[in-house]
């Protein structure tokens, strides 16, 4: 079956203690994105990668790395995570950037990050 | 500057209703691409529809429809004759290429949530 996988699915964890949300897709796809989601703001693009070695910033990628070593993994780093990094966490793929083809992203289910 | 506004925070109607999201977006790229993607309360995104710049063609897939307006920078989505499968929130989505930089982000409206009663 073709999907997104993150994990963890839920975390709790305390200010500075680094973590690492993991992304892995099973379609092959070149595109890959990060994304969180915040009440009243909407998603918000961390980092995306147009394929494996190839990463660029989205709006909001401070506090956050990201690397592509291999084309099915995504995952995202928290050096340092603060409270305002609590929130809802998306990866998503597709065959190539969004903006270049009719191939529509596959999003993961979501990652809930709470940061005290 | 929001690039991405989705003016509606909320609607709700009742089942059988059509009913209008509005999206407009700003961008000096002449070269760009428009999404609008559903989140039903499981919280999955789903991908509805992609429309490059230089296509104005609205587009109908069943219920759905699309109206994409170049003047007024809108791209607007129309559900006929809602149903309470409806319910989500619905995202619009603009690609453009930044002038500075080349980055081609992806940036999305913050979404209107739609309630269809019974």
């Known amino acids: 079956e073709a999907q997104v996988t993150q994990n963890p699915r839920y975390l709790i964890t305390v200010t500075g203690k680094k973590l690492t949300v993991t992304c892995s897709q099973n379609?092959?796809?070149?595109?890959m994105s990060w994304y969180r989601q915040d009440p009243g703001l909407g998603l918000r693009q961390i980092y995306y990668?147009?394929?494996?070695?190839?990463?660029d910033k989205g709006d909001v990628p401070e506090g956050y790395k990201v690397s592509r070593k291999e084309k099915r993994n995504f995952p995202l780093i928290l050096e340092s995570p603060s409270p305002n990094q609590t929130s809802l966490y998306f990866c998503a793929s597709s065959l190539f950037h969004p903006g270049y083809s009719n191939q529509p992203q596959h999003f993961g289910d979501g990652t809930r990050l709470s940061i005290l | 500057a929001q690039k991405v506004t989705q003016a509606q925070t909320e609607i709700s109607v009742v089942e059988k209703e059509d009913v209008t999201l509005d999206c407009v977006y700003e961008t000096r790229d002449t070269t760009y691409y428009l999404f609008w993607y559903k989140q039903p309360p499981s919280g999955e995104l789903v991908f509805l529809i992609r429309?490059?710049?230089?296509?104005?063609q609205n587009e109908i897939s069943g219920r759905y429809s699309w109206n994409f307006q170049k003047s007024t920078s809108s791209f607007n989505f129309t559900i006929t004759a809602s149903q309470v499968v409806d319910s989500a929130v619905y995202f619009c989505a603009l690609s453009e290429a930044e002038a500075d930089t080349g980055r081609r982000a992806l940036t999305f409206g913050s979404g209107t949530r739609l309630q269809v009663q019974p």
């Open positions: 379609m092959n796809h070149e595109y």
């Open positions: 429309r490059n710049s230089f296509d104005e």
């Open positions: 990668s147009m394929n494996v070695e190839v990463t």
